[in-house]
């Protein structure tokens, strides 16, 4: 029964959006803010930040592709003291800690500050960060620049760079993939500053990704290794915090006073399990003869094996795929739908697993067809 705890680990981690395995992708860093060296008397009183999915199909980088994310960040800084300082401001790069290829990411970073039109000189300096604000000692590098400022003077500094998503398998397993494109804000800096952050505004503009990923030949494009009788995969999403705005593909957060140290969180998982109700009976045919493959040495299964083999599957596949259809209908998964007008389908197809879990036969080849 090997394929079959497979199976069930596949169904554990898509309904656990934090689980990722780290050795089965590129992982691309985190956006981050603006952060002192060492404690001072600057305050970070306001932040705007857009952070915008563009697609680049010609980087030879994906599951076909991976999205950029570009990230365009303002942070209105005041001196809080009756005199002129200077002081030495970092954006930290987090330690990959082995994971992803951190020249690559350094290297197309494209990382830049400025103020109004004046840009900065910019330094890539290691262990410099004072231990009281990092004590996790997370930020080995970070980008340093100087910053003067006249007695109570406020000043905008605006910050551009790119990232690439990071992605990863779901379940590391080629019978039942899954993968997920995720991306991390890292927001905690912003209590290195002195005072509170009076608002916080973020937005994420993920239309040209979910433009690309609900064209019809997506899971087609993904080629050898992964079905390809699927029209259309499970598409689910998870994004933290939850409270956001949502307009299409833009989510947008609006902070006063306190921002959350969790960070803003993105999470878009590609589950190669049909969405539609036409696609399940070859999908679940195919599952049939992988099974058979593991159960039976001969060739010629006697009647007995046959219907062995069909309780098998019945127990093993269609029961706990029937109840993660029926999790994902009912909005019972972290990971929610990333299109609403998929619950239809998705229910039609929660529909006939149903039935075929409660008739005579597991057979795929009873799956009903959708009209």
Same mark, same amino acid.
């Given at each position: 029964?090997?394929?079959?705890?497979?199976?069930?680990?596949?169904?554990?981690?898509?309904?656990?959006? $934090? $689980?990722?395995?780290?050795?089965?992708?590129?992982?691309? %860093?985190?956006?981050?803010?603006?952060?002192?060296?060492?404690?001072? /008397?600057?305050?970070?009183?306001?932040?705007?930040?857009?952070?915008? *999915?563009?697609?680049?199909?010609?980087?030879?980088?994906?599951?076909?592709?991976?999205?950029?994310?570009?990230?365009?960040?303002?942070?209105?800084?005041?001196?809080? +003291?009756?005199?002129?300082?200077?002081?030495?401001?970092?954006?930290?790069?987090?330690?990959?800690?082995?994971?992803?290829?951190?020249?690559?990411?350094? #290297?197309?970073?494209?990382?830049?500050?400025?103020?109004?039109?004046?840009?900065?000189?910019?330094?890539?300096?290691?262990?410099?960060?004072?231990?009281?604000?990092?004590?996790?000692?997370?930020?080995?590098?970070?980008?340093?620049?100087?910053?003067?400022?006249?007695?109570?003077?406020?000043? +905008?500094?605006?910050?551009?760079?790119?990232?690439?998503?990071?992605?990863? #398998?779901?379940?590391? /397993?080629?019978?039942?993939?899954?993968?997920?494109?995720?991306?991390?804000?890292?927001? +905690?800096?912003?209590?290195?500053? +002195?005072?509170?952050?009076?608002?916080?505004?973020?937005?994420? /503009?993920? $239309?040209?990704? =979910?433009?690309?990923?609900?064209?019809?030949?997506?899971?087609?494009?993904?080629? /050898?290794? =992964?079905?390809?009788?699927?029209?259309?995969?499970?598409?689910?999403?998870?994004?933290?915090?939850?409270?956001?705005?949502?307009?299409?593909?833009?989510?947008?957060?609006?902070?006063? %006073?306190?921002?959350?140290?969790?960070?803003?969180?993105?999470?878009?998982?590609?589950?190669?399990?049909?969405? =539609?109700?036409?696609?399940?009976?070859?999908?679940?045919?195919?599952?049939?003869?992988?099974?058979?493959?593991?159960?039976?040495?001969?060739?010629?299964? #006697?009647?007995?094996?046959?219907?062995?083999?069909?309780?098998?599957?019945?127990?093993?596949? *269609?029961?706990?795929?029937?109840?993660?259809?029926?999790?994902?209908?009912?909005?019972?998964?972290?990971?929610?739908?990333?299109?609403?007008?998929?619950?239809?389908?998705?229910?039609?197809?929660?529909?006939? *697993?149903?039935?075929?879990?409660?008739?005579?036969?597991?057979?795929?080849?009873?799956?009903?067809?959708?009209?």
């Amino acid at each position: 029964m090997i394929r079959s705890l497979i199976f069930s680990f596949v169904l554990l981690f898509i309904l656990s959006p $934090s $689980s990722v395995s780290a050795n089965a992708g590129i992982f691309s %860093g985190a956006g981050n803010q603006v952060m002192p060296i060492k404690s001072n /008397d600057i305050q970070l009183v306001r932040e705007d930040v857009t952070i915008k *999915l563009r697609i680049d199909e010609q980087d030879g980088i994906g599951f076909p592709f991976v999205p950029w994310a570009e990230v365009h960040a303002e942070f209105h800084l005041r001196n809080t +003291k009756n005199e002129r300082v200077k002081i030495e401001m970092g954006f930290p790069f987090i330690d990959l800690q082995g994971f992803g290829n951190e020249e690559l990411v350094l #290297s197309r970073l494209n990382f830049r500050v400025r103020e109004v039109e004046t840009e900065r000189r910019i330094v890539l300096k290691e262990g410099i960060i004072e231990p009281t604000l990092d004590p996790q000692g997370l930020f080995k590098k970070v980008f340093v620049w100087e910053e003067h400022f006249q007695a109570q003077q406020t000043k +905008k500094l605006i910050i551009t760079y790119q990232l690439l998503f990071s992605v990863g #398998s779901l379940t590391g /397993d080629r019978v039942f993939p899954a993968i997920s494109y995720f991306f991390n804000y890292i927001t +905690k800096t912003a209590y290195t500053w +002195k005072g509170p952050v009076e608002r916080a505004i973020f937005s994420m /503009d993920c $239309s040209d990704f =979910f433009q690309r990923i609900n064209q019809p030949d997506f899971a087609k494009r993904f080629g /050898d290794g =992964f079905p390809t009788t699927i029209s259309r995969p499970v598409l689910l999403y998870n994004i933290e915090p939850s409270k956001f705005t949502r307009e299409e593909g833009i989510f947008r957060w609006d902070f006063k %006073g306190n921002i959350p140290e969790e960070g803003i969180k993105a999470d878009f998982a590609v589950i190669f399990l049909p969405a =539609f109700e036409k696609d399940l009976p070859t999908f679940l045919s195919d599952r049939e003869k992988a099974f058979s493959k593991e159960l039976f040495t001969s060739l010629s299964p #006697s009647p007995e094996e046959k219907a062995l083999a069909e309780e098998t599957i019945k127990k093993e596949i *269609l029961t706990p795929l029937r109840d993660l259809y029926g999790r994902i209908v009912r909005k019972e998964t972290k990971r929610q739908l990333l299109f609403e007008e998929d619950r239809q389908a998705i229910s039609a197809t929660f529909e006939s *697993l149903k039935a075929l879990t409660t008739g005579s036969s597991g057979s795929a080849q009873n799956a009903p067809a959708s009209h």
